[in-house]
């Protein structure tokens, strides 16, 4: 659905239209774009929160700076809607994160305006360094070169990383901090606290105004006013901070922190901070969900909340007159508090994201049990080791894309010392509307060569229960257990546990001539792919094999000595998944059966709803059938083999 933009928005078809635009204008364009967003988020869906809370820090960009000559960077991108509809993207707005339509985050093969890809936090400083020096060095000395980074994205690792490194060039750099204490759900740590102490500093706010214009007059007595200038300006914030400024410690020249809402005092600082070289950052604290009240108020819930009444702030729900199954991270969240009841050593540990993984049940439930670390893959695994080496078992859980971030610290520090820690995948395979930056595709390829790990797949909630609860028993080493987005397909989900044997699978319907092998929940796109076969006639076998390391080799024997034609399926890249795992092993021990892999192909795969993915991909019902009407090149079965 599409909204009629207002007055100023609809004649903005670029950045320079906004620049023809008048100072005194920029509040309302501001408005009608705050406006826009929440028209087409309320009925289309998508991030909400995040892209309210930057619109005029936006439009004081796109007015000041000279894009896309100068370049912006929108660290993790949840916030670039706003950048979107002032670049030309107006009126495909409404096609955001549909199959076909514009991605949900800046996407450099969309629009010369994006100019990094993004999806991941922490990335923006040092992609921007990158084109900063490289401008340095072809003498673009008039280039601007802009990170937009989130307080909760600065707690990242490589954010510190880039920010020790821009301080020691003399790169055309400017870092704005987003400072709203919050990422998706509120931040945790002590930067929370530094920018906290620095933002409600009355002491330092009072002084930083009155000292400013005492400043500029010094600073027009000469240049040797002007050093004193800046020496009193740094001791200044030093005195009244107790300490000296972080960022200016780093070399980077600290402006703020000023009202991320006051649009036309952004853009006199920002026009200001052109004419000033080197490494700079500018603190602008802003509030997210500005301009929707609900969302101020619920920051977390508000950070993606579907479709919704933009009225009433009523989010819309799908009935359903039968029972709904749960969530893979809600069963997961439950689950691991029926545990930890039991096992006292059971701890639970999440990457900035309790909400998402449904880790904040546990948090709820055991609050010294479980540890929101904040957006720090490669620290939440290490953190994870260090808390096995002293007996305790953590459950330790991170979106498979997010995962791929911390792989060292999964083989330096946890493998290679064969701890006891329990990893919990959610997101694991292609995940819908988030597209490209987020699918889990590579975690199977990537656990499964790592020695002493189990990886392991859940085909339904039950057998997700019965894994967490195998994986917590005694002597279990590195644990891997995947999970995908989205609901399952039991209701009646809570069941007694289960120990199951450590690579070990199952049968899940007995059959002739050929086999199906899945792994993981992509398994029930299988049963469907049989049902349907079985009405034509055609009578596969399924089993559903739950580990990918270490393979059921006994199962396997009986596959490959009783089916000459063998399909594979896997939400997850074919190359060095599941079906590469029964390729080796067939080539390992001398069979010669025709063996078709499902999964996700080498290439990217965009964002669409997940089943339009499997279909898109190749590797859903449809497919399934498909290829094995191919391999039994029609012939229908007469009866079933028990």
């Known amino acids: 659905m599409q909204f009629e933009a207002g007055e100023l928005l609809s004649k903005i078809n670029d950045p320079s239209d906004l620049k023809k635009l008048k100072e005194d204008q920029l509040e309302q364009l501001s408005q009608e774009l705050r406006q826009f967003i929440i028209d087409q988020v309320s009925v289309n869906g998508g991030h909400f929160a995040a892209s309210l809370g930057v619109v005029e820090l936006t439009v004081a960009l796109h007015y000041v700076m000279n894009t896309p000559y100068d370049q912006l ?319 305790l078992l953590p459950f330790c859980n991170i979106y498979s894309s997010f995962m791929q971030r911390a792989y060292d610290q999964v083989i330096h520090d946890v493998a290679l010392q064969n701890l006891n820690v329990v990893f919990c995948l959610d997101r694991a395979g292609v995940v819908g509307a988030d597209g490209a930056t987020h699918h889990g595709a590579y975690d199977i390829a990537f656990m499964r060569c790592v020695p002493n790990m189990t990886v392991s797949a859940p085909m339904n909630e039950e057998e997700l229960r019965n894994l967490m609860f195998t994986a917590q028993l005694p002597n279990k080493g590195p644990f891997v257990i995947r999970y995908p987005r989205g609901n399952g397909v039991m209701p009646d989900w809570r069941r007694p546990f289960t120990e199951i044997e450590i690579g070990k699978g199952r049968l899940i319907t007995a059959g002739e001539e050929l086999a199906i092998l899945s792994f993981g929940a992509i398994g029930n796109e299988a049963v469907k792919a049989v049902q349907q076969l079985n009405e034509l006639g055609i009578h596969p076998a399924h089993y559903d094999l739950r580990f990918a390391k270490p393979l059921d080799e006994a199962l396997l024997h009986q596959v490959f000595q009783k089916f000459g034609k063998i399909i594979t399926v896997e939400d997850g890249s074919l190359q060095g998944g599941i079906g590469s795992a029964v390729l080796e092993f067939m080539a390992d021990h001398g069979y010669h059966s025709q063996v078709v892999r499902l999964g996700i192909p080498d290439k990217i795969i965009e964002h669409a709803e997940q089943n339009a993915q499997w279909k898109n991909a190749h590797y859903d019902a449809n497919a399934i059938i498909a290829e094995a009407k191919k391999l039994c090149n029609g012939k229908l079965t007469s009866s079933m083999v028990g």
């Open 73 to 391: 960077i929108w660290d993790v991108g949840h916030q670039a809607y706003g950048h979107k509809i002032l670049t030309g993207r107006r009126d495909i707005f409404h096609t955001n994160r549909i199959e076909n339509g514009i991605s949900g985050f800046p996407n450099r093969f969309e629009s010369k305006y994006d100019a990094f890809g993004v999806g991941h936090s922490s990335t923006s400083i040092s992609a921007a360094l990158g084109m900063a020096v490289a401008s340095q060095i072809r003498g673009e000395k008039d280039r601007q070169h802009i990170a937009v980074i989130g307080d909760g994205a600065l707690t990242g690792g490589m954010a510190f990383e880039a920010l020790n490194h821009a301080g020691i060039s003399k790169s055309n750099l400017l870092v704005i901090l987003n400072d709203n204490c919050m990422s998706i759900d509120p931040n945790v740590g002590a930067l929370k606290e530094y920018l906290t102490s620095i933002t409600t500093s009355k002491r330092y706010n009072r002084f930083r105004d009155d000292i400013a214009a005492v400043l500029t007059k010094i600073s027009e007595v000469g240049p040797n006013a002007l050093g004193i200038a800046k020496k009193l300006e740094k001791s200044i914030k030093g005195t009244l901070l107790k300490n000296a400024n972080l960022f200016e410690s780093l070399n980077f020249r600290y402006f703020g922190p000023v009202d991320g809402h006051d649009v036309k005092k952004l853009a006199k600082t920002l026009e200001d901070l052109k004419h000033i070289p080197g490494p700079k950052l500018l603190h602008a604290v802003t509030i997210k969900g500005k301009g929707f009240a609900l969302a101020e108020k619920d920051q977390t819930k508000w950070h993606a909340p579907g479709l919704f009444d933009k009225i009433t702030g009523e989010i819309k729900k799908s009935s359903n007159d039968k029972p709904v199954a749960p969530k893979f991270q809600d069963v997961f969240g439950h689950t691991l508090v029926e545990l930890a009841e039991e096992n006292d050593k059971i701890v639970g540990i999440t990457p900035a994201m309790p909400s998402g993984s449904s880790m904040n049940i546990m948090m709820k439930a055991m609050p010294d049990r479980a540890f929101d670390v904040g957006i720090a893959e490669q620290h939440a695994v290490t953190f994870s080791a260090g808390l096995a080496t002293q007996g």
